[in-house]
């Protein structure tokens, strides 16, 4: 499996330990990108909009909390890459942060930067290999679920598979 935004590889180092995945992780920082292979992960420096991996290379690729600070400019490309490494019949999850209307604010953590909140699902779901099969709404940093729009995150799961548009 693949984890696009790693971070230091601590979900992975729990899937690599739990399910004995062979995982791989990609992190623009070189720390957190050296955390992670202190963990037994994969990892390497890069950002979503270019996976250095050949075509159909994984059964999973993870989202984990990266594509909110993503250039709006580059999301087309990283869906495309995201689908050009996983393999059909594969699963694509992503967990961030969710708004049914794409919004942006400023980042509370770097001035300067933005962060943006949407449906996520919108970048693979138009595509005919693409159907979701789960999408829940969670409160960002609480246990349990919440009507506060502002603390959302999606965590969601699609399915990849190659339908017979001709059937």
């Known amino acids: 499996m693949l984890e696009v935004g790693c971070g230091d590889g601590t979900r992975l180092a729990w899937l690599k330990t739990n399910l004995n995945a062979d995982c791989y992780g990609i992190e623009p920082t070189a720390k957190a990108v050296a955390a992670a292979c202190a963990k037994g992960i994969n990892a390497q420096q890069g950002t979503a909009e270019v996976l250095h991996f050949d075509d159909q290379s994984f059964d999973i690729v993870i989202f984990g909390f990266c594509l909110y600070l993503c250039d709006r400019e580059d999301l087309f490309r990283i869906a495309h890459e995201a689908n050009r490494v996983l393999r059909t019949l594969g699963w694509l999850m992503i967990l961030d942060f969710f708004s049914p209307v794409p919004r942006a604010k400023t980042y509370h953590h770097r001035p300067g930067v933005k962060s943006f909140k949407m449906d996520y699902r919108t970048l693979f779901n138009w595509h005919p290999d693409y159907e979701c099969m789960t ?29 017979d548009i001709n059937a």
């Open 135 to 163: 999408h829940k709404l969670r409160h960002h940093s609480e246990a349990g679920y919440t009507d506060e729009q502002d603390e959302w995150i999606a965590v969601l799961t699609l399915r990849k598979h190659h339908k």
